[in-house]
């Protein structure tokens, strides 16, 4: 149980946190800022956060939790705003899709703090976003990854285990640098790759016409070009070392099917085909090797 748990932005994931505590009895006050007033505003009339505070760093003050649910981008400035009144005791997280940035970060701002920050990423979220849309199940049965780095307090990344196992979440804990390329082949290239293909669609002089015939495929393959624009520029920038690498490899095998094509080949291009196939039908989310 904690006693405050202090929310710096109150959108849809931050929100949805702040319910599940409540919902299980986690912690007994929330208090809450964004940086628009008519979302801190929103948030507490939907019982989503106690009270409203009128900065970062007042929302910091007497809390003994505190989750930074902002862009990766503003996460630096946000530690800046709320160190003055970190304690060693506090328990510190974000939910940022890129971990060594935010990691830098911390370890730039923080510096003596550093071992009250454990570096989280649930990996849940919806193709809305707004606080409008908080939900307390968003994180029941999804994973976590912690990314501790060699100066988290021991008792801190216990803590946030079991916090986040408290609202039904399966919890993996990986270094920053590891998190950063899986998550760049796995979700970050995917998004590009579904912006990209709506971007070269719509672009062409035929565009709508072709996507007046586009089926449930095309739905579910460009589910996720629906994302937050400002939310992926900056996952998008943040990794872009790792996602400039998995990129590289999908052009070559997306090269290599296009060869095939071009060479009629199709003993080749069924053979990719059908590993693509088999790899795709015996994969199950969040499996360990």
Known sequence: MFEQLGLIGCGL???????????????KRVVGYSKSPSTTERARQMGVIDVEAPSALLAVSGADIVLLAVPVSATEATFKAIRHLITGNMLIMDVGSTKRDVVDAARRVLRDHIGSFVPAHPIAGKEVSGVEHADPDLYHGKQVILTPIERTQV???????????????????????AHDAAFAAVSHLP??????????????PLGRDFLSLAGPGFRDFTRIAASDPKMWRDILIANKHELIEQAKIFQRSLANMLQAAENSDGEELERMINLASLSRANWRMGQKK
């Open 191 to 204: 998004h590009l790759i579904s912006f990209a293909l709506m971007h070269a669609i719509t672009n062409q």
């Open 13 to 27: 994931m931050g929100g949805s946190f702040a319910l599940a505590l409540k919902r299980g009895g986690l912690v």
């Open 155 to 177: 008792t801190h990344l216990k803590r946030a285990t079991d916090l986040w196992e408290a609202i039904g979440c399966q919890v993996t804990q990986m270094a920053p640098e």
